[in-house]
Nanobody, 123 residues
Framework: QVQLAESGGGSVQSGGSLRLSCAASGVTRSIYCVGWFRQAPGKEREGVARVYTPVSSRKYADSVKGRFTVSHDKANNTLYLQMDSLKPEDTAMYYC????????????????WGQGTQVTVSL
């Protein structure tokens, strides 16, 4: 089992920045894929950014490319999401996720989920 705990959400004005953190604990050696998802009210959950940990390759949703940066600290089992140039449409609950035990890392590879942290961007 893997436990994930997010922190760092909050409220910010449009154009501002926030940094989310996700601390992982438990049987993390089985994890090859870590990432961030978000879900806005009335919308489906969408993948935001992910990291394939063996080679630290990153993938971003088109909507956040150039504004968000995902990073993974292997030594401390911590995942980060630096969010810059935030827009009102980035408002959502953000979830940390982990998975990829079979060696794959796509948006469907995630098995473990955190409780979420709210990000609100106002005009």
């Amino acid at each position: 089992q893997v436990q994930l705990a997010e922190s760092g959400g909050g409220s910010v004005q449009s154009g501002g920045s926030l940094r989310l953190s996700c601390a992982a604990s438990g049987v993390t050696r089985s994890i090859y894929c870590v990432g961030w998802f978000r879900q806005a009210p009335g919308k489906e959950r969408e993948g935001v950014a992910r990291v394939y940990t063996p080679v630290s390759s990153r993938k971003y949703a088109d909507s956040v490319k150039g504004r968000f940066t995902v990073s993974h600290d292997k030594a401390n089992n911590t995942l980060y999401l630096q969010m810059d140039s935030l827009k009102p449409e980035d408002t959502a609950m953000y979830y940390c996720a982990a998975g990829g035990a079979g060696g794959s890392c796509d948006w469907s590879a995630f098995r473990y989920w955190g409780q979420g942290t709210q990000v609100t961007v106002s005009l």
